[in-house]
């Protein structure tokens, strides 16, 4: 036995734990630390006084409410519908079930810039459903939600539709047979198992959102204290050469998604654990 752990630890197809280590810290480094540290480092040339007035102006705590509002109401209703729509993908057999399958991924495709202005003129007050809607979507705030709901459906989807695959159906019918409803089965017994992943949906689809641009400048008509979002807000300081603003806001962004999705994660780790409790 011995002898065949160390034949197969020799015979690795990976490299040795300290290369393979190497390697990992390096590209994380690269990749992730290098550009954050950047900025921090660009930020720390403020003074305090510069760097509470660049993150606190009128305009640009308008921009968080709206980017950080929206991305969390997009994140929501995405967790609510993506896991309906999991559920037919994964337990019912229709016509076309294929193509609507793959219509799922079509936001992780299409160009960004595309979907802003597909949705810009699909909800245009001429537009397709534009229309027929008793008030204005495009160039207004809730066009930048639908636009985030739009690129944050596919996160939910693909997250919880493996889970619900694995779920044992012979759970739902001892539940069944004990006298529990269909509603008492899915919260229960469906719901505690797919939580995990659920919530794990609803953090990659806000992340996702608190960082969109190409969607959102199209759709939202980026009027200052109103459908402005924080990604453009530190574009047009870039514009401006402002660097150390533009660093001053994105640092911001970054401790709140940072301690958000800290959040989120613990409530995942709570939930685990819950489960493996039951």
């Given amino acids: 036995m011995l002898l065949s752990r160390g034949l197969l630890k020799r015979h690795s197809v990976l490299p040795g734990f300290d290369l393979a280590l190497g390697f990992a810290l390096l590209y994380i480094s690269l990749i992730v630390l290098v550009p954050l540290s950047a900025a921090f480092l660009k930020t720390f040339t403020m003074t305090w006084a510069a760097f509470w007035d660049a993150v606190t102006s009128p305009r640009v705590l308008a921009s968080y409410r709206l980017t950080f509002g929206a991305s969390f109401a997009a994140a929501a209703l995405n967790a609510v519908f993506g896991l309906v729509v999991a559920w037919v993908l994964v337990r019912y057999d229709f016509p076309f079930k294929r193509l609507i399958d ?23 007050e001429n537009g ?3 229309q027929f809607l008793p008030f204005k979507v495009s160039f207004t705030p809730v066009g930048v939600f639908v636009a985030l709901v739009f690129i944050g459906v596919p996160f939910v ?11 044992n159906r012979e759970l739902e019918e001892a539940a069944a047979t004990l006298g529990a409803s269909r509603w008492q089965t899915f919260s229960k017994v469906i719901l505690p198992i797919v939580l995990p992943a659920l919530l794990t949906g609803f953090a990659l689809a806000f992340a996702r959102a608190l960082g969109e641009y190409g969607s959102v400048i199209f759709i939202a008509g980026n009027m200052p204290m109103i459908s402005e979002i924080t990604p453009l807000l530190i574009i047009t300081k870039l514009e401006q ?10 640092v911001v962004m970054l401790v709140i998604s940072f301690v958000l999705l800290l959040l989120i994660n613990s409530l995942q780790t709570w939930a685990r654990k819950r489960q493996g409790g039951v």
């Fill in 102 to 124: 793959a219509l799922v991924d079509l936001p992780f495709a299409l160009p960004t810039a595309v979907a802003g202005i597909a949705l810009t003129a699909i909800y245009a």
């Fill in 128 to 130: 397709w459903i534009g």
């Fill in 157 to 167: 989807v693909r997250t919880v539709q493996p889970v619900l695959e694995d779920v």
């Fill in 241 to 250: 050469y402002d660097i150390a603003g533009a660093t001053a806001i994105a």
